[in-house]
């Protein structure tokens, strides 16, 4: 039995060049990066220099990275953050019906508090229409946020057309780069967003250091409050050991991030081909409009969650969604909100792929697929309806 982890969009392994850019920071440079002396300089060092990688990743400017400790915080930060420094000009905010949770919970929070949220549609592929970002503004719109790239069917948003509008109409652009950051393009000079969010263990990097960038000038809160770190917008001791690993890991994604996507879209195409030779199978997501590493496939005869318990016991590591959410027994509402019933939502199979997957893990999943779907479809209470 072969062993073939396919969950790379909910986390990924560390690279051994991260851990060990990662190693001395544990031990021997372990400073606190507030401290006077030495050992603690050193830190805050190293968390400059972290700093400016990702700035320059991002073309932007060193001010404008805030390192946070998760993509759900840097998110939290963005939508709570521009909601309160902005109430007075403002409380109406703009996100999409495929947003992560943080995001969606977070406006939901707000609406609590006297904010209200217009969430935008979208078609069968997942994508945001930019002309109904612009028919929804209103003159006491403050913020609209969007991902790039979404976490569960790969499509991929057209955030340079959205953030133009946004630009035009002066209204605060976020978007969501957490299946982006590292392998697709994003320059601050060119998309016009004003805030963007990244995580480090989306890209071989550790749990527990992400970013949010603030592009300069942008009006933004604290959500907490302490020491004054990271510019005064996130009070916290800095977890310099996960910063200085992030930075390794954005290096290495940056380096190899052309030829990467290159070979990534051709495994993924060969796994979808494959897959929609099966019976009741339906590809979600835009076809080409979509991430590199994504598959996302629905199937009408059988369960999303009977796939991914067989497939474990097969050595296979898959999910049925968002990892944040695919414990729950709600059909997703991604999935939903692109028009797919409940018992297609039921059947997605989210498998995606990364650095160490390669042409025999594909072959060795579709076997075991094509095994699993002849045994689930043989007592499936679907058959023949």
Request: glycine share 8%; net charge negative.
């Amino acid at each position: 039995m072969r062993k073939v982890y396919m969950d790379y969009a909910a986390t990924t392994p560390v690279d051994p060049r991260v851990m060990e850019a990662m190693q001395p920071f544990f031990t021997e440079e372990f400073g606190n990066t507030m401290a006077l002396y030495a050992l603690g300089q050193e830190s805050k060092l190293a968390v400059e220099e972290s700093r400016e990688t990702m700035a320059k990743a991002l073309n932007g400017d060193v001010e404008d990275i805030v390192f946070t400790g998760s993509a759900t915080e840097s998110n939290n930060l963005a939508i709570k953050g521009v909601a309160f420094a902005n109430r007075k000009r403002g409380k109406h905010i703009i996100i999409s019906a495929i947003e992560h949770p943080c995001v969606k919970e977070s406006s939901r929070w707000l609406e609590k508090v006297g904010f209200e949220t217009t969430t935008l549609p979208v078609n069968d592929y997942g994508l945001v229409d930019p002309a109904d970002v612009e028919k929804s503004i209103r003159d006491d719109t403050i913020l609209c946020s969007v991902m790039h790239g979404n976490n569960e069917i790969g499509t991929i948003e057209p955030i340079k057309e959205i953030g133009d509008i946004c630009a035009e109409r002066d209204v605060y652009f976020h978007t969501d780069a957490v299946q982006t950051f590292g392998r697709m393009d994003l320059d601050a000079k060119k998309v016009n967003f004003d805030l963007l969010t990244a995580s480090s263990h989306k890209m071989y990097g550790p749990k527990g250091a992400a970013l949010l960038y603030v592009r300069e000038g942008t009006r933004i809160d604290p959500i907490l409050h302490g020491g004054g770190h990271e510019f005064g917008l996130r009070s916290s001791t800095v977890n310099v050991p996960a910063i200085v690993g992030f930075a390794r890991s954005v290096e290495i994604c940056i380096g190899e991030m052309k030829d990467e996507w290159e070979r990534l879209i051709g495994l993924r195409d060969r796994l979808i081909e494959g897959l929609l030779r099966l019976e009741g199978s339906t590809l979600n997501g835009h076809p080409s409009k979509r991430l590199a590493n994504n598959v996302n496939i629905s199937f009408s005869l059988v369960e999303g969650e009977s796939i991914v318990m067989l497939l474990d016991t097969y050595g296979v590591s898959a999910s049925t969604g968002s990892a944040c959410s695919s414990a729950k027994l709600e059909p997703s509402h991604v999935l939903r909100a692109i028009g797919l019933n409940p018992r297609l939502a039921h059947g997605s199979l989210r498998l995606s792929l990364g650095r160490w997957i390669q042409n025999q893990d594909i072959d060795y999943v579709l076997l075991v697929l094509l095994e699993i779907m002849g045994k689930l479809g043989e007592i499936s209470p679907f058959k023949g309806v």
